[in-house]
C-alpha cells in the first residue's frame, strides 16, 4: 500500500493549508497497490479470467431495499463499510431509473461483490482505526439514455479540500458554503466525455462523488468512450449525493 500512503501524504500534510487533489488521482494510486497485491496469490490467474468482465448484478425490488434500515454500527473496518455502502447504494439507486442495471467496475483479479455498492476500504497506513482508509467504488449504469458510471471516494481527513480549480479540462468550477461544509462543485470534458464531480469538506472526510457517461473504468491516462449523451447524473445530483446524511465517521 505504498501508493497509497504516498498519495495521501501529499493529500494532507499536518499543519499545511488544504492541497487539494482529484479523486482519479487517489484511486489510481489505490487501484495499483490493489492490482499489485492481487497479482500476487497463488490463485491469480484464474481470478483475473473471471475479473476481466463486469459482474452483472440483479438488484432488490426498490421496495425491499427502502423496507430495511442501514446498520448503524461503526466499531470496526467491516461494520464502517457496510454501513457507509448502505448508505451510498440507497442514495444513488434513488436517483436511477427504475430499469436501470448496474455493474460493477473492477479491476483485473478483483472479484466483484454480491452488492455492486460494496465500497473497498483500502488502508492508509497501518493505524488499526476503523475509518484510516480509502473507501470507494464505481459502478456501471445502463439505462435507456446509454452507459456511464458513478464514482465514490472517501477520505478521512481534517485537513484537506476540494479537487483544484483551473484544471485544464474544466468548463464550470466553484465552491459553496454548506452547513456539512465547504463544497467543490466541477464539470469536466476530456474528449467526448463529460464528468460532474462534487467533494465536500467535511469536519472529518472528504467525501467526493462523480459521473461521467461512459462506462468504462476510469483510470489515470485512460480515454474513455462517450457511452450516453450527457453524465448518468446531473450535476446538481451529484451535488446531492455528496450532502447525503450518514457519510461521516
Known amino acids: 500500500m505504498e501508493d497509497v500512503r504516498s498519495v495521501l501524504t501529499a493529500y494532507v500534510t499536518e499543519g499545511e493549508p488544504p492541497i487539494g487533489l482529484s479523486g482519479e488521482e487517489v484511486l489510481s494510486a489505490a487501484r495499483l497497490s490493489r492490482r499489485r497485491y492481487l497479482l500476487t496469490g497463488a490463485a491469480a ?67 466483484p461483490p454480491d ?18 482508509a480509502l473507501f470507494h467504488m464505481g459502478v456501471r449504469v445502463t439505462d435507456a439514455q446509454g452507459t456511464g458510471s458513478v464514482y465514490i471516494l472517501i477520505v478521512p481527513s481534517a485537513n484537506s479540500g476540494g479537487p483544484p480549480c483551473e484544471e485544464p479540462e474544466e468548463i464550470v468550477c466553484r465552491t459553496e458554503p454548506t452547513p456539512q461544509g465547504l463544497l467543490w462543485l466541477s464539470t469536466l470534458r476530456s474528449g467526448d466525455v463529460l ?7 467535511a469536519p472529518d472526510a472528504v467525501v467526493q ?29 451529484v451535488r446531492q449525493l455528496a450532502l447525503t446524511p450518514g457519510l461521516g465517521f
Not at 490467474?45 to 454500527?73: E, I, K, M, N, Y
Not at 464528468?195 to 469538506?201: C, D, F, G, I, P
Not at 457517461?213 to 450535476?235: A, D, H, Y
Open 115 to 132: 452488492d455492486p455498492f460494496h465500497l473497498i476500504a483500502d488502508p492508509a497506513g497501518d493505524s488499526p482505526r476503523p475509518r484510516d
Open 45 to 111: 490467474l484464474a481470478v483475473v479470467v473471471l475479473a476481466l468482465t463486469l459482474a452483472v448484478v440483479v438488484l432488490p425490488h426498490r421496495g425491499q431495499v427502502a423496507g430495511a434500515p442501514c446498520p448503524t454500527a461503526s466499531d470496526t473496518r467491516a461494520a464502517l463499510v457496510d454501513r457507509l455502502s448502505c448508505v451510498v447504494g440507497r442514495a444513488v439507486r434513488a436517483l436511477l431509473s427504475p430499469d436501470a442495471q448496474i455493474t460493477r467496475l473492477t479491476i483485473p483479479g478483483e472479484t
Open 195 to 201: 464528468t460532474h464531480r462534487v467533494a465536500l469538506a
Open 209 to 237: 462523488f462523480w459521473s461521467n457517461n461512459s462506462g468504462v473504468l476510469q483510470q489515470m491516462g485512460v480515454r474513455l468512450p462517450k457511452q450516453r449523451p450527457e453524465p448518468t447524473l446531473t450535476l446538481d445530483q
